[in-house]
């Protein structure tokens, strides 16, 4: 095996010209040093594997150097001075790191704080490294903001987080705060790019770019990535590590692919939508990551549109791009924003809803039905039919009944602008437009006896749940027997009934009873009402074989 030491750590850079992506932040702190002008407790922040904790043992080094304390003496990259070997090995006597994360209570900050008053013993400065800072409890925070109140010159903090906004005010104001950046992609690549060579790694460009990619900003993310790439590599012996290899790894969908499933969808083929996206199935995507790539190619198209062009600070394959600006033609930025919304309330879905297999099938079809939706109505203002859609989108309809505000003409701004109008307004609008009318979820069982459509009348009564129903929008909840297409095929139906188009929606809530057990119930309950009737129970004895088994009332008109 060519590493026994995890290239994360193995490449943790041990001086400041090392660290990547940071350099404003290094240029400031290691000049202040210099000066002599330290704060008493720095505050680094950033999300998780940006070089935090590398950073905080960084100034440990620099605060502690020897080269700056005594100018005969000397540290380089390729020589350093014991203390920031030291620093190093995680052995220096006066520098002390703390994990915020297992170490939450005032006992262990007490302890800090007691070693706190005694000098440092061989350094300058004594320097506590606490990460994951905003783990601490109250109590800890109160213990340690007494020492930041008032540190002994030789006594220096250095506070690590992720989450800065958890960290009370008292501590924020006494620390000189460092945001760390996200590093970009190229710069990430770069790096990566480097070990790769080093490591004697045949991972292939396109690779890399998918690595540096999908490490969204964190270095420490990409480099382990690529540690288990080489470790792969090594072990099955293979030539070169190339992008399909790493999807693999991954889960990852070939985003191509994606593309040419949306290019499905915006043609508004239902059919090679479904082909398409099994698949993926077929290989067993992530569903969650499979919605979020949609979302990402839906952002570069919006891009492609709005702006004209794609450029963006992703490095994107050129394959990839092209495809993006071919499926952007003859696509409406509206449509982008309805795909955008159903996608982020499907990635919702994915909470409540077990089957994923479903859940992706259903988002496919409703998609190649929302494109074009203003086409299809030529009766109703775009407007209008947009702000339908939207509240298709809303999850708590209640929201939506008390308000009362002005109606406000626009697409999909901001969830503000879509509570504007409630659903009652729409409906009566397109009252006298309809042919047929529906009044209750009753009425539509009656339509589909009516309609001859046998299949969709039992599913209606025997698998569905409703939990509300208004004229154009139904929320119901179902059962596993229901038909995979229902939506569809109800929804389809019930427009080519009213001339509307209705909203269906799963909902979180339990609804009522089936009406199938509704009527059960209602059979029940007569039977027994029966059964208690003298004229029937004289009957009964009678016939003592015989049992009540159904009820009819007699019509009195
Ligand atoms: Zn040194």
Same mark, same amino acid.
């Given at each position: 095996?060519?590493?026994?030491?995890?290239?994360?750590?193995?490449?943790?850079?041990?001086?400041?010209?090392?660290?990547?992506?940071?350099?404003?932040?290094?240029?400031?702190?290691?000049?202040?040093?210099?000066?002599?002008?330290?704060?008493?407790?720095?505050?680094?922040?950033?999300?998780?594997?940006?070089?935090?904790?590398?950073?905080?043992?960084?100034?440990?080094?620099?605060?502690?150097?020897?080269?700056?304390?005594?100018?005969?003496?000397?540290?380089?990259?390729?020589?350093?001075?014991?203390?920031?070997?030291?620093?190093?090995?995680?052995?220096?006597?006066?520098?002390?790191?703390?994990?915020?994360?297992?170490?939450?209570?005032?006992?262990?900050?007490?302890?800090?704080?007691?070693?706190?008053?005694?000098?440092?013993?061989?350094?300058?400065? *004594?320097?506590? =490294? $606490?990460?994951?800072?905003?783990?601490?409890?109250?109590?800890?925070? /109160?213990?340690?903001? +007494? !020492? &930041? @109140?008032?540190?002994?010159?030789?006594?220096?903090?250095?506070?690590?987080?992720?989450?800065?906004?958890?960290?009370?005010?008292?501590?924020?104001?006494?620390?000189?705060?460092?945001?760390?950046?996200?590093?970009?992609?190229?710069?990430?690549?770069?790096?990566?790019?480097?070990?790769?060579?080093?490591?004697?790694?045949?991972?292939?460009?396109?690779?890399?770019?998918?690595?540096?990619?999908?490490?969204?900003?964190?270095?420490?993310?990409?480099?382990?990535?690529?540690?288990?790439?080489?470790?792969?590599?090594?072990?099955?012996?293979?030539?070169?590590?190339?992008?399909?290899?790493?999807?693999?790894?991954?889960?990852?969908?070939? *985003?191509?692919? =994606? $593309?040419?499933?949306?290019?499905?969808?915006?043609?508004?083929?239902? /059919?090679?939508?479904? +082909? !398409? &996206? @099994?698949?993926?199935?077929?290989?067993?995507?992530?569903?969650?990551?499979?919605?979020?790539?949609?979302?990402?190619?839906?952002?570069?198209?919006?891009?492609?549109?709005?702006?004209?062009?794609?450029?963006?600070?992703?490095?994107?394959?050129?394959?990839?791009?092209?495809?993006?600006?071919?499926?952007?033609?003859?696509?409406?930025?509206?449509?982008?924003?309805?795909?955008?919304?159903?996608?982020?309330?499907?990635?919702?879905?994915?909470?409540?809803?077990?089957?994923?297999?479903?859940?992706?099938?259903?988002?496919?079809?409703?998609?190649?039905?929302?494109?074009?939706?203003?086409?299809?109505?030529?009766?109703?203002?775009?407007?209008?039919?947009?702000?339908?859609?939207?509240?298709?989108?809303?999850?708590?309809?209640?929201?939506?009944?008390?308000? +009362?505000?002005?109606?406000?003409?626009?697409?999909?701004?901001?969830?503000?602008?879509?509570?504007?109008?409630?659903?009652?307004?729409?409906?009566?609008?397109?009252?006298?437009?309809?042919?047929?009318?529906?009044?209750?979820?009753?009425?539509?069982?009656?339509?589909?006896?009516?309609?001859?459509?046998?299949?969709?009348?039992?599913?209606?009564?025997?698998?569905?749940?409703?939990?509300?129903?208004?004229?154009?929008?139904?929320?119901?909840?179902?059962?596993?027997?229901?038909?995979?297409?229902?939506?569809?095929?109800?929804?389809?139906?019930?427009?080519?009934?009213?001339?509307?188009?209705?909203?269906?929606?799963?909902?979180?809530?339990?609804?009522?009873?089936?009406?199938?057990?509704?009527?059960?119930?209602?059979?029940?309950?007569?039977?027994?009402?029966?059964?208690?009737?003298?004229?029937?129970?004289?009957?009964?004895?009678?016939?003592?074989?015989?049992?009540?088994?159904?009820?009819?009332?007699?019509?009195?008109?």
């Amino acid at each position: 095996m060519k590493q026994n030491k995890i290239l994360a750590l193995k490449y943790r850079p041990q001086v400041f010209e090392d660290l990547i992506g940071q350099e404003i932040l290094t240029k400031t702190i290691t000049n202040a040093i210099k000066i002599g002008k330290t704060p008493n407790a720095y505050l680094l922040t950033g999300i998780r594997g940006v070089g935090k904790t590398t950073t905080a043992r960084l100034i440990a080094k620099e605060l502690n150097c020897e080269k700056n304390i005594s100018p005969e003496k000397n540290c380089s990259k390729d020589k350093a001075c014991d203390s920031c070997k030291e620093i190093t090995n995680s052995t220096h006597i006066d520098v002390l790191e703390m994990d915020a994360a297992s170490k939450t209570g005032i006992d262990d900050v007490r302890d800090l704080i007691e070693n706190s008053k005694y000098s440092p013993t061989s350094a300058k400065f *004594k320097i506590f =490294i $606490i990460d994951e800072v905003h783990m601490l409890s109250k109590q800890a925070f /109160n213990g340690l903001l +007494k !020492t &930041l @109140e008032e540190p002994p010159p030789s006594l220096k903090f250095i506070l690590a987080t992720t989450e800065v906004k958890k960290i009370p005010i008292t501590i924020l104001s006494r620390c000189q705060r460092f945001d760390l950046k996200k590093v970009n992609i190229e710069e990430i690549l770069k790096h990566l790019e480097l070990i790769s060579k080093k490591e004697n790694g045949n991972v292939s460009s396109k690779a890399l770019k998918l690595i540096s990619q999908v490490s969204e900003g964190s270095v420490r993310d990409g480099i382990s990535l690529l540690d288990r790439v080489i470790t792969y590599q090594n072990v099955s012996s293979k030539n070169e590590i190339d992008d399909n290899d790493i999807r693999e790894m991954l889960g990852l969908a070939d *985003k191509t692919k =994606i $593309i040419k499933l949306l290019k499905e969808i915006f043609a508004g083929n239902p /059919n090679n939508a479904i +082909k !398409t &996206l @099994e698949e993926f199935l077929i290989h067993g995507i992530d569903a969650k990551h499979f919605l979020n790539d949609i979302l990402q190619i839906l952002s570069l198209i919006n891009r492609k549109l709005s702006l004209g062009t794609i450029n963006d600070d992703k490095i994107l394959p050129e394959e990839e791009v092209n495809l993006i600006n071919s499926v952007s033609e003859g696509i409406s930025i509206n449509d982008i924003g309805l795909f955008w919304q159903y996608t982020i309330k499907t990635i919702d879905d994915l909470r409540i809803i077990n089957d994923e297999e479903i859940i992706l099938k259903m988002f496919v079809l409703q998609l190649t039905h929302l494109k074009g939706i203003e086409s299809n109505s030529i009766n109703n203002s775009v407007s209008e039919i947009s702000n339908k859609v939207e509240t298709k989108i809303l999850k708590d309809e209640e929201d939506i009944q008390e308000n +009362k505000l002005p109606k406000t003409k626009s697409q999909l701004k901001n969830t503000e602008q879509i509570k504007t109008k409630s659903i009652d307004q729409l409906s009566s609008k397109n009252q006298n437009k309809s042919s047929v009318n529906i009044n209750s979820f009753e009425d539509i069982v009656s339509l589909a006896v009516n309609e001859n459509e046998i299949e969709l009348k039992y599913d209606l009564e025997r698998n569905v749940k409703l939990v509300s129903f208004k004229r154009g929008k139904i929320d119901i909840s179902f059962n596993e027997k229901l038909n995979k297409n229902f939506i569809k095929i109800l929804s389809e139906k019930l427009h080519t009934w009213t001339g509307e188009r209705w909203i269906i929606s799963l909902n979180k809530k339990i609804g009522s009873k089936t009406i199938f057990e509704k009527k059960n119930e209602k059979k029940k309950n007569e039977i027994s009402e029966a059964n208690n009737n003298e004229k029937i129970k004289a009957l009964l004895e009678v016939f003592d074989d015989a049992n009540l088994i159904d009820v009819k009332k007699e019509d009195n008109s």
